[in-house]
Structure formats: structure tokens, C-alpha cells
């Protein structure tokens, strides 16, 4: 047992003190928030810094569920004018957001960039979310802040030394990030 504690602290250790230059979802998460909040990109030695690597994706918020499928998206009571809405809304995306208005959780079905694009729009609606305002106005709002600040957020992962060819964000299967204040 011993062994395995000092195993484990070993490797704590050495992961630690290594510098990544690539974007993974945790470090895509810390990226896009200091973005939405203060639209500054931290650069690889802040943000690894910032990077907990003990915390798991799924005790993060906002909370962001993966790779939902229409399907499930419409059995939660969802009308088909609804879905049409959504359709419409995201025709020029390769992704689809959806907020669960009773959790607060964000679902979405996304690839690739797709993914960096659907944390950047999930965290401004974070920040930016009025359970008074209608739901499809403020997946618009969102929508619209993207396309407005969305390339200067790639230009500032470029001059910050991030590789932005190396953008490593796969759909992970039923992870959620969820805001606990722990990111």
C-alpha cells in the first residue's frame, strides 16, 4: 500500500511540472472562461498553472453533457416546433446546444472544433444566463457574442503560444462539467 501512495505522489509530481502547449477540454474550459469573462487568453504557463490535474471533468461547471442525440433531445418533452427553432439557430454550426432550463445543464452534440466552440457559447451563457429572459433569445444572444469574439479568441490562442493545430477535444462519452466553483 505504501508503495502505491509513494507511486502515486511520485507521478503527481512529475505531471505537475510538465508544460502543454495543447488544448485539452480542462484546459479549454479555463481558456474559454477567462475569454467570455475578461477577453484575455491566458497563455501555456498560467494556464497549466491554473490546471488541476487531480479534478475530474465531471465536477467542473458549467456542466456540459456530450454527445446527446436529438433523440434525446426531443423525448424530453421538446415540441417539434422547438427542435425546428434549434435547427434553425445552429444551421450554420456543426454543433447543437441545448440548456435544460429546470438543471441548468448545457447538452450538446458536437465534433472536432466544433466542441471549443460549443465551451466558448456554454460559458458565456454561463455568465451571461436570465431564467426570466426566453430560452431561444438568449441561445441567439450566445450565438451571436460567438461569431462577434470567437476569432479573437482563436487570435489570442496563437499569440499566447497555444497550438491551436493541436486542439485535442474528442467528444468524451457521457462526461459533464458542472460550475462549483472548482475551475
Excluded at 101 to 112: K, L, N, P, W
Excluded at 143 to 152: A, G, K, T, V
Amino acid at each position: 500500500m505504501s508503495m502505491r501512495l509513494l507511486h502515486l505522489w511520485l507521478r503527481y509530481q512529475s505531471l505537475s511540472v510538465l508544460l502543454f502547449n495543447t488544448i485539452n477540454l480542462k484546459r479549454a474550459c479555463l481558456l474559454v472562461k477567462s475569454h467570455v469573462l475578461h477577453s484575455i487568453v491566458p497563455g501555456c504557463v498560467a494556464c497549466n498553472k491554473d490546471e488541476n490535474i487531480l479534478l475530474w471533468q465531471r465536477f467542473m461547471k458549467p456542466r456540459i453533457t456530450f454527445g446527446v442525440s436529438l433523440e434525446e433531445m426531443v423525448c424530453g418533452g421538446r415540441s417539434v416546433s422547438m427542435i425546428k427553432t434549434l435547427l434553425k439557430l445552429y444551421a450554420k454550426e456543426q454543433y447543437i446546444l441545448m440548456v435544460n432550463q429546470q438543471q441548468g445543464d448545457f447538452e450538446v452534440e458536437a465534433t472536432s472544433v466544433s466542441v471549443l466552440r460549443s465551451v466558448w457559447q456554454t460559458y458565456w451563457l454561463h455568465e451571461n444566463w436570465d431564467s426570466s429572459d426566453d430560452v431561444f433569445h438568449q441561445l441567439a444572444q450566445s450565438i451571436l457574442q460567438m461569431e462577434d469574439r470567437f476569432e479573437d479568441f482563436i487570435q489570442q490562442l496563437n499569440r499566447a503560444g497555444w497550438d491551436t493545430d493541436q486542439i485535442n477535444l474528442r467528444v468524451p462519452k457521457e462526461i459533464t462539467i458542472d460550475e462549483s466553483g472548482l475551475v
